[in-house]
T-cell receptor, first 114, second 117 residues
Framework: GQQVMQIPQYQHVQEGEDFTTYCNSSTTLSNIQWYKQRPGGHPVFLIQLVKSGEVKKQKRLTFQFGEAKKNSSLHITATQTTDVGTYFCAGYNAGGTSYGKLTFGQGTILTVHP | ETGVTQSPTHLIKTRGQQVTLRCSSQSGHNTVSWYQQALGQGPQFIFQYYREEENGRGNFPPRFSGLQFPNYSSELNVNALELDDSALYLC????????????????FGAGSRLTVL
């Protein structure tokens, strides 16, 4: 079945440093979404990418969707302590067998040292 | 606009017991999905309900079942609980978007943390 892998599993940075997490799917995706989960919280939607090669920015966050629609990345510039949490990518394959199924990666846990 | 609410927030069961978890979807959302999140893992899709019918299912056994009600709220039932069922159960609601129903974005509830002893 479809698999979504994320690297790295953990990332520790000093406040002000940049951070990047990468996401790779075993199959071509119809769209990819990114979610953030704070410690003890629940996933919160950040963004959705649909088009091949799409790049979207939200303040210090930059999201990319690969040309082949099988990989994606999230880059945070100048991290702040408020960025702490686990970042998940989640892929949707419209041709998949499970209607409505989002396949989540295992997440990247980001810690930021002040 | 109210968000997704889930109950109970925490519960403890023993092996072999049955559990029912409840979810109220966000106002305006007509689709509910359930996910299981084990500690340190990403959410795993259990199933999705639309118009009171299951219209998508992940790799979970039949002892995981659900319902959706006319007001779009939902229940997740798990029978014959096993130790590995211990996890955070997340309910998420969504609504069809222009350009394709499948491209929906999930609004998650805070989850129900189930511990099976």
């Amino acid at each position: 079945g479809q698999q979504v892998m994320q690297i790295p599993q953990y990332q520790h940075v000093q406040e002000g440093e940049d951070f990047t997490t990468y996401c790779n799917s075993s199959t071509t995706l119809s769209n990819i979404q990114w979610y953030k989960q704070r410690p003890g919280g629940h996933p919160v939607f950040l963004i959705q990418l649909v088009k091949s090669g799409e790049v979207k920015k939200q303040k210090r966050l930059t999201f990319q969707f690969g040309e082949a629609k099988k990989n994606s990345s999230l880059h945070i510039t100048a991290t702040q302590t408020t960025d702490v949490g686990t970042y998940f990518c989640a892929g949707y394959n419209a041709g998949g067998t499970s209607y409505g199924k989002l396949t989540f990666g295992q997440g990247t846990i980001l810690t930021v040292h002040p | 606009e109210t968000g997704v609410t889930q109950s109970p927030t925490h519960l403890i069961k023993t092996r072999g017991q049955q559990v029912t978890l409840r979810c109220s979807s966000q106002s305006g959302h007509n689709t509910v999905s359930w996910y299981q999140q084990a500690l340190g893992q990403g959410p795993q899709f259990i199933f999705q309900y639309y118009r009171e019918e299951e219209n998508g299912r992940g790799n979970f056994p039949p002892r995981f079942s659900g319902l959706q009600f006319p007001n779009y709220s939902s229940e997740l039932n798990v029978n014959a609980l096993e130790l590995d069922d211990s996890a955070l159960y997340l309910c998420a609601s969504s609504s069809p978007q222009s350009g394709g129903f499948r491209a929906n974005v999930l609004t998650f509830g805070a989850g129900s943390r189930l511990t099976v002893l």
